[in-house]
């Protein structure tokens, strides 16, 4: 009698979910790759460690509490979302919701750093709470797409302006006609700049890891040969978390952030997030093959409440919103499935946190091209605006304009909303609209015609 046949290895359902550990083998890599991988994501997003603070620096931010807490915020990120979500997606603070801390609020708004901060705050308790309710589902599906793509525009196009302004490309027309004119081309920060962007160009497109990061440093180093300004710390120090009383840690004020003119900035804040994380971490899990039969995100909730707690510790550590990186994709690209890519992620920014004399080693010029490109990419969201509903993309395009053109994010939004409530009432399109929408316009058109705006 022939003997029975074991029983075939347990091996998991094609929809797998959430585990007490990686099961790296299971969905189709290895612990060597996602480590590669791991490593890969680390690299391609390190450049922001020397970004953040150095647009924060601008706004009255200690930079080296500033070095601190990026690295600290993309640890604690990346680390929830590998160990507890399970996915290879990276956090860190989001260059395009820093500038608009530094530039917006507090540069702009005249807002001190930490009611900034508490800000920040706010809007991580009003994220985390419709990521776990899933109100956050429910503004994307009812949200204009046109707003929500033209504010990612116009967010490029204000990172281009600042960083262009900054090394001197552009430079404030003291003259009659337009605001702007053309800088010192010849100049030093002007040139490096422009041959940095074009040196990133050509290293992300032959997809050399860490293209960025080699950029900024091979900047720095030209600038510690012959600029004066630029001048070597050393290269490790223990983690000071801001001394002198300047530390940044538990620093918010929340009570000076629940002001009738702040809270507009704070669901700006909070309405950019849901648009921009939201959309990095379903292109990201896409790509890693985590999306079940329905094309939900496998632990989609766990991924969208990581990302939006992170911005709360990210407040308290003295830093900016944290969100999805989309450098994520190359660690994604080099194998990376599971949670373990965005561990070694994290385990990276902890480890960084020793090399902070780093950040005062790097000038403006080298930060630029990093600036400029991620701005630029930010640009491809145009492509997204389909023409076939003409209201809502050039609702969409008005509102990416005068960001950039009123230097207020808040103002563009507001700008957008309106003329899309108003162009679907004129072109008979009403039942386009829903309550939402409709809302969100009226209560920002108030507060502009009220007065109110700052």
């Given at each position: 009698m022939p003997r029975a046949r074991p029983p075939p290895p347990h091996r998991p359902a094609a929809g797998w979910r959430h585990t007490t550990h990686f099961q790296c083998t299971a969905r189709g890599s290895?612990?060597?790759?996602?480590?590669?991988?791991?490593l890969t994501t680390f690299?391609?997003?390190?450049?922001?460690v020397f970004v953040v603070p150095s647009m924060l620096g601008k706004a009255g931010f200690d930079t080296s509490s500033v070095f601190i807490a990026v690295c600290l915020t993309s640890a604690f990120g990346s680390l929830l979302m590998g160990l507890w979500a399970n996915l290879?997606?990276?956090v860190g603070c989001a260059i395009s919701l820093t500038a608009f801390t530094a530039f917006d609020l507090v540069l702009g708004q005249g807002l001190s750093p930490a009611v900034a901060l508490g800000a920040i705050f706010l809007m991580g308790l009003i994220f985390t709470a419709i990521s776990i309710t899933g109100v956050r589902t429910w503004i994307l599906r009812n949200l204009?797409?046109?707003i929500a793509h033209g504010t990612g525009v116009g967010i490029g196009l204000f990172l281009l302006l600042i960083a262009a302004s900054e090394v001197g490309l552009v430079a404030r027309n003291p003259g009659p006609g337009l605001p702007v004119s053309l800088g010192a081309l010849n100049a030093m920060p002007a040139l490096l700049s422009i041959?940095?962007?074009?040196?990133?160009f050509g290293l992300e497109r032959r997809r050399v890891p860490g293209g960025i990061l080699i950029v900024i440093l091979a900047l720095s180093g030209i600038g510690l040969?012959?600029?004066p300004a630029v001048r070597f710390h050393g290269l490790f120090a223990m983690p000071s978390l801001g001394a002198g009383g300047s530390s940044l840690i538990g620093a918010l004020d929340v009570g000076g952030a629940l002001n009738a003119l702040v809270l507009p900035s704070v669901l700006a804040l909070v309405m950019t997030a849901v648009f921009d994380a939201t959309g990095t971490i379903r292109a990201v899990a896409a790509q890693a093959g985590q999306l079940d039969e329905?094309?939900?995100i496998i632990n989609g909730g766990r991924a969208l409440t990581a990302d939006s707690v992170s911005s709360i510790a990210s407040s308290v550590l003295g830093g900016a919103p944290a969100a999805a990186y989309i450098e994520s994709a190359a660690g994604t690209a080099a194998g990376g499935k599971t949670g373990l890519t965005a561990t070694i992620v994290g385990l990276g920014f902890l480890a960084l946190v020793f090399l902070s004399p780093l950040a005062a080693l790097v000038p403006p010029y080298a930060t630029a091209p990093a600036l400029m490109y991620v701005g630029l990419l930010m640009l491809g969201g145009v492509r997204k605006l389909s023409m076939d509903d003409s209201v809502d993309a050039l609702a969409g395009m008005l509102c990416a304009v005068f960001i950039v053109l009123t230097c207020n994010i808040v103002t563009g939004i507001m700008l957008g909303f309106t003329t899309l409530v108003i162009g679907r009432v004129f072109a008979g399109e009403i039942r386009k609209l829903n309550l939402g929408t409709v809302a969100i316009a009226a209560a920002l058109a108030a507060f502009y015609l009220g007065g109110w705006a700052i």
């Open positions: 290895s612990p060597r790759q996602e480590t590669l991988a791991g690299l391609a997003m390190v450049y922001s290879p997606i990276a204009p797409a046109g041959l940095g962007l074009a040196a990133i040969a012959v600029d329905q094309g939900h």
